[in-house]
């Protein structure tokens, strides 16, 4: 079964400190893995898309990886910010269709 | 370049009534996609159009139907309303899918309210 599976669920961490978010995969054939920012009321916006030749790509302080082997992804925050206070969502396209996770949501204290 | 508009922003129904909601993609794009987001269920993927076809549909009921005029415009329309229908919809907007990382563009989404 396609299947996203997203960890933590939940996550909170003090402002200034690094995360890691975790997604692993069952999709299969695979065709590319993004992440997705979403903001409380606000429709989800693309952090990096990477195909399968891909194993990392970074957009400012987010960084993803990806091992197409173990079917595993990460999304890493570096010196995370209030505004980094969002849902992260792993999305997982296939030739035929996108399957989403349910996200991690994610709490920056200050 | 304007993103994707989704009209209305808010919406409350009761059980029973349809409704109708819109969604401008960006300009130039023209395959529109529909999701339903509920906290207990993420992300589902409703159904796709491009160039006013309906090309991927997801595992909804009929009562889920929509349409795309020939400006890429889409509507989505719920018929018979039920409490569970209570969500987020989104519309994503995409150039044509000619590779495989094409990038979608949500809009802010239509809060669904059904009483």
């Known amino acids: 079964k396609n299947q996203v599976e997203q960890s933590p669920q939940s996550l909170i961490i003090l402002e200034g400190k690094n995360c890691t978010l975790q997604?692993?995969?069952?999709?299969?054939?695979?065709?590319?893995l993004r992440w997705y920012k979403q903001d409380t009321g606000r429709g989800p916006v693309s952090l990096t898309i990477?195909?399968?030749?891909?194993n990392t790509k970074s957009n400012g302080r987010y960084t993803a990886t990806l091992d197409a082997d173990t079917k595993q992804s990460s999304l890493h925050i570096t010196a995370s910010q209030l505004s980094d206070s969002a849902s992260y969502i792993c999305?997982?396209?296939?030739?035929?269709?996108?399957?989403f996770g349910k996200g991690t949501r994610l709490h920056i204290l200050p | 370049k304007a993103g994707v508009t989704q009209t209305p922003r808010y919406l409350i129904k009761t059980r029973g009534q349809q409704v109708t909601l819109s969604c401008s993609p960006i300009?130039?794009?023209?395959?529109v996609s529909w999701y339903q987001q509920t906290p207990g269920q993420g992300l589902q993927f409703l159904f796709e159009?491009?160039?006013?076809?309906?090309?991927n549909k997801g595992n909804f009921p009929g009562r889920f139907s929509g349409r795309q005029f020939s400006n890429s415009r889409s509507e989505m329309n719920v018929s018979t309303l039920e409490l569970g229908d209570s969500a987020l919809y989104l519309c994503?907007?995409?150039?044509?899918?000619?590779?495989?990382?094409?990038?979608?563009?949500f809009g802010p989404g239509t809060r669904l309210t059904v009483t």
């Open positions: 990477m195909t399968f030749s891909e």
């Open positions: 999305v997982v396209g296939r030739d035929d269709k996108i399957i």
């Open positions: 994503a907007s995409s150039l044509p899918t000619s590779g495989d990382a094409y990038e979608q563009y």
């Open positions: 997604c692993n995969y069952t999709v299969s054939p695979f065709s590319n």
């Open positions: 300009s130039g794009h023209r395959s």
């Open positions: 159009y491009f160039s006013e076809t309906q090309r």
